[in-house]
């Protein structure tokens, strides 16, 4: 109990942080980036299969113990209005005792020094997850490709044989879209400056820390209507 103030719970929202308050008397600060309910409701409708639909279903059965312990909070910081009032909605956690506090970006993220690479369109998303929204973009850029000279560089790494590969060869586009991951800080800001312009194809996001540092780097951006996204970029 001494070596500690207040622990921070980083969204784990699980019964047993709770009980690091109300049985060790060690007061809990909790952060929500978005409620998980968005992740639930895209995967579902995306499961190919009703076997998988409800093995999802299941699988999520969380997000009951995750609200139970949002409305129980003290106090809830979250990156965005738009996860303040998803938060509220979805999990009926009290927005008296939410705090908004939008994310940093690391200096290191500066304009580039070098000539952006002429079509060059980048994204960074989880390739396979369909709340990113890949396969989006995707089948626009496969558009785009019978009418001007482009290439798309995804900052990923996807699953073989999964879906994003899948599509990439359904489109016949494998020889305009390369991935790239591992990669350290400098290299991405290298690859963020060495864009045209960047896409955000995100079905939701509670805030989209890349996004930010996207603008730090000056890069044109292409972003959904949707989440976080049109409160991140401004109006």
């Not at 639930?40 to 995306?46: L, N, S, T």
């Not at 989006?136 to 996807?158: C, M, W, Y």
């Not at 999964?162 to 359904?170: A, F, N, P, S």
């Not at 805030?207 to 949707?226: D, I």
Request: proline content about 8%; charged content about 25%.
């Amino acid at each position: 109990r001494d070596d500690f103030d207040v622990v921070h719970d980083n969204q784990v929202l699980a019964h047993g942080i709770m009980r690091i308050e109300h049985e060790l008397g060690i007061p809990v600060l909790t952060t929500v980036h978005h409620p998980i309910t968005f992740d639930r409701r895209v995967d579902i409708a995306a499961a190919p299969t009703l076997r998988k639909k409800l093995s999802l279903r299941r699988w999520y059965g969380f997000l009951r113990m995750q609200g139970a312990v949002v409305r129980r909070a003290r106090w809830i910081l979250l990156p965005s209005e738009s996860s303040k009032r998803d938060a509220a909605h979805d999990f009926g956690a009290d927005p008296d005792r939410m705090q908004v506090i939008p994310l940093g970006v690391d200096d290191c993220f500066v304009p580039p020094t070098k000539p952006r690479v002429p079509g060059r369109l980048v994204a960074m998303a989880s390739a396979d997850a369909p709340m990113k929204g890949i396969s989006t973009l995707l089948e626009a850029f496969a558009k785009l490709l019978t009418e001007r000279d482009v290439e798309l560089l995804l900052v990923t790494r996807p699953t073989p044989g999964g879906r994003t590969e899948q599509l990439i060869e359904e489109l016949g586009i494998g020889v305009h879209v390369r991935f790239v991951s591992g990669i350290s800080d400098t290299e991405l800001v290298e690859v963020m400056g060495s864009a045209e312009i960047a896409c955000v194809p995100s079905l939701y996001e509670g805030f989209s820390l890349p996004t930010a540092e996207l603008m730090a780097c000056e890069t044109p951006l292409v972003v959904s209507r949707t989440g976080a996204l049109p409160e991140v970029v401004g109006p």
